[in-house]
């Protein structure tokens, strides 16, 4: 077979699978300044050098609160004894399963599929390897129906063999063991950007209540939202555009079925101010965000990430960090969001490419999913992408719920494109690139 024209061209790397935020695109001078007042003044630098409290550094709380109070607009104020603070939102995940779960009397775990590839391996640390099920997402972000006889097969089968209270975690005040979890990226889910619908949410809401379900949601993206139209403006970005679950929980039918309800939201700086921070947290009823500050790794010296929990206290109050969101986040998302978006219209969809387009108003996030022609395999398109153009790109098959080995084939014909890493000009000379394979291939 004769080389492709450019397998020879000594190209730079173009990485459109790493999903990481760009470092100019964070805020390193305000990061300094904050550390530097930290430092600077003792009634900060001593708490900020010790442990913590369970719960986490307690301004950073009550700003929290105050702050998402603003974006998310409950039906209520958030306290901030509904927030702990937490190391992002991986961490905390392996705390919830940790805090929330028993290996035997914990049914299984379902998650919106595709899904967020990395949750699955905190699952099994959890003792849920091979009980991690995908739930298809639909138009509107869950099959609910598939969940709902999923659900209902799995209780039928739970009291068949007599599984009626957790077998290793001890009953303690300070947690409630559920029967089921299920995990979701309600908004711009990664990967497939989609939003779950409100209809959806409440009534996922409702067979979480059903099942005693505790519904985990990474809403890391939340904030990263433009308009879906090139050089337009949403009205609110100072707004989500749909309440959270843990939020749909608190106002629907009346408010939660007990004092721990069925829904934590799982949120990070990771996203906003910097991966490295490993700082987030979480927000739930009171009972369960005082639950998950007791877990044992928090009761030996107090919440995760307190020192950087001071610096970025100091960002809050001052409105520092909604005016970088607003002002240099969402901007310089939009602007890769629709170069890449641009590219691929100009590029493959020409070849046949199908782009996810999840509402056609508002966009956010971090990526594009694509559906190659057929036959066309992703799998063996990045491995021609990464010898052929020294281009990285991640295939549908990695975000396949519960890692079927081997891979089923629901998604091997997707791709999932991250536009948050690479520099907008090499979003573009990227797409070329893909062009060139996919036209390769398809000779
Ligand atoms: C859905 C989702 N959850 C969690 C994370 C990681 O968050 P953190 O850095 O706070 O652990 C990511 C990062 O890619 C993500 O996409």
């Known amino acids: 077979m004769t080389a492709p024209p450019n397998q020879q061209r000594n190209q730079p790397p173009i990485d459109l699978l790493c999903g990481w935020p760009n470092p100019a695109l964070l805020p390193a001078p305000n990061l300094l300044r904050s550390a530097t007042t930290v430092f600077t003044t003792p009634s900060i630098a001593n708490p900020a050098l010790g442990y913590g409290p369970d719960e986490g550094y307690e301004p950073l709380r009550a700003h929290v609160a105050q702050w998402l109070g603003a974006f998310y607009q409950p039906c209520d104020p958030i306290s901030s004894g509904r927030i702990c603070i937490t190391g992002g939102a991986s961490q905390n995940l392996a705390c919830v399963m940790a805090v929330f779960t028993d290996p035997v009397y914990t049914r299984g775990v379902w998650m919106v599929d595709p899904t967020y590839h990395l949750a699955g391996r905190i699952m099994d640390d959890a003792g849920f390897a091979g009980r991690i099920r995908g739930v298809p997402e639909d138009e509107e972000g869950i099959d609910l129906a598939f969940l709902a006889s999923g659900l209902r097969a799995a209780e039928e089968k739970a009291h068949a063999e007599g599984n009626t209270e957790p077998k290793f975690k001890p009953p303690r005040p300070w947690r409630k063991i559920y029967k089921y979890i299920i995990y979701a990226v309600p908004t711009f889910a990664n990967p497939s950007t989609k939003i779950m619908s409100l209809d ?37 970005p100072e707004h989500a555009c749909l309440p959270r679950l843990v939020d749909v929980d608190r106002y629907l039918d009346g408010g ?9 939201s799982n949120g990070s700086f990771s996203k906003l101010l910097g991966p490295g921070a490993r700082t987030g947290w979480a927000e739930a009823s009171e009972k369960v965000a005082y639950g998950l500050s007791q877990v044992g790794s928090s009761r030996s010296g107090g919440a995760p990430s307190q020192l950087c929990s001071t610096i970025i206290d100091q960002l809050l109050p001052s409105g520092f960090l909604n005016t970088y969101i607003q002002q240099t986040l969402q901007p310089a998302y939009a602007k890769r969001y629709h170069t890449l978006l641009g590219a691929i219209q100009e590029d493959l969809v020409p070849l046949g490419v199908m782009v996810a387009s999840p509402s056609e108003t508002i966009a956010g996030g971090y990526f594009i999913w694509i559906t190659l022609p057929p036959p066309l395999l992703a799998a063996d ?51 070329r690139r893909l062009a060139r394979v996919l036209k390769h291939a398809l000779v």
């Open 381 to 431: 398109i990045v491995q021609r992408a990464q010898q052929e153009e020294n281009l990285r790109l991640a295939p549908g098959t990695l975000f396949e719920a519960g890692s079927p080995q081997p891979p089923s084939d629901r998604f091997a014909g997707c791709l999932r494109l991250c536009f948050a890493w690479e520099e907008p000009r090499h979003l573009t000379e990227g797409v």
């Open 256 to 264: 939660p079925v007990d004092e721990w309800g069925h829904a934590i």
């Open 200 to 236: 959806h949410r409440e009534r996922l809401v409702r067979l979480a209540r059903q099942y005693d379900a505790l519904l985990v949601t990474d809403d890391v993206y939340d904030f990263l939202q433009w308009s879906a139209i090139p050089g337009g403006k949403l009205a609110a």
